[in-house]
């Protein structure tokens, strides 16, 4: 039985076999642009979506892919290879848009296609502000956004050197709105006390 991770990796695939972009994937096949994008594979709770049957059926049509040979995909997933950061490197950094550039004491091996420019992974520690929606030893994926639609789960480095992470509750021209995990409040930001931000689009199990 395929997983969801193997469902959006075969999904991954097929698009990188044909030479596209999910969204360009998507589109391909009459969807909404945003239809396999990796803000879209999760709620905002961080429970897992699975693609629909009519998204599956319309890309199979679309890319002339039989089921067989998409459910055989899942089972040879592409992986990224990416620098491995802590808090304390971002920190240093003071840039969360330049981490996937920086340099790194160790990789790690992800999940996905290479197709997401400025990736990074970062690894939970005990008592961060990841804390409670992601436990210690967990590995995420971060990809620098510099304008993302809510609800997206961000981590946000702010121009006083703080970091903050949650989930973004609204996005105006002026100011951001983030309600930090394990609250329910949101925070207000002026967009410019926001130094950098990164969407967080995939979390180990």
């Known amino acids: 039985m395929l997983s969801n991770?193997?469902?959006?990796?075969?999904?991954?695939?097929?698009?990188?076999?044909?030479?596209?972009?999910?969204?360009?994937?998507?589109?391909?096949?009459?969807?909404?642009a945003t239809s396999?994008?990796?803000?879209?594979?999760?709620a905002p709770d961080g429970r897992p979506r699975w693609p629909s049957t009519e998204s599956i059926s319309k890309v199979l049509a679309a890319t002339g892919t039989s089921i067989e040979d998409f459910i055989a995909g899942a089972?040879?997933?592409?992986r990224l290879e990416l620098p491995l950061h802590s808090l304390d490197d971002i920190r240093q950094q003071s840039r969360l848009d330049t981490a996937g550039a920086a340099r790194a004491d160790q990789t790690v091996s992800i999940p996905g296609a290479g197709d997401t420019p400025g990736a990074f992974a970062l690894k939970v520690e005990a008592g961060s502000v990841l804390a409670p929606a992601y436990g210690p030893g967990t590995t995420l994926l971060l990809v620098p956004v510099s304008d993302p639609k809510p609800p997206r789960r961000v981590l946000v480095l702010l121009s006083s050197g703080d970091l903050l992470a949650g989930t973004l509750a609204r996005a105006l021209p002026g100011r951001v709105e983030?309600?930090?995990?394990?609250?329910?409040?949101?925070?207000?930001?002026t967009r410019n006390a926001i130094r950098s931000m990164a969407a967080i689009e995939w979390a180990s199990q």
């Open 5 to 32: 991770e193997d469902w959006w990796l075969a999904l991954d695939r097929l698009a990188h076999a044909h030479g596209l972009t999910a969204s360009a994937l998507a589109r391909q096949a009459g969807l909404d």
């Open 75 to 78: 089972g040879r997933p592409q």
């Open 36 to 42: 396999f994008n990796r803000s879209k594979r999760r």
């Open 178 to 189: 983030i309600k930090p995990f394990g609250s329910d409040a949101p925070l207000r930001f």
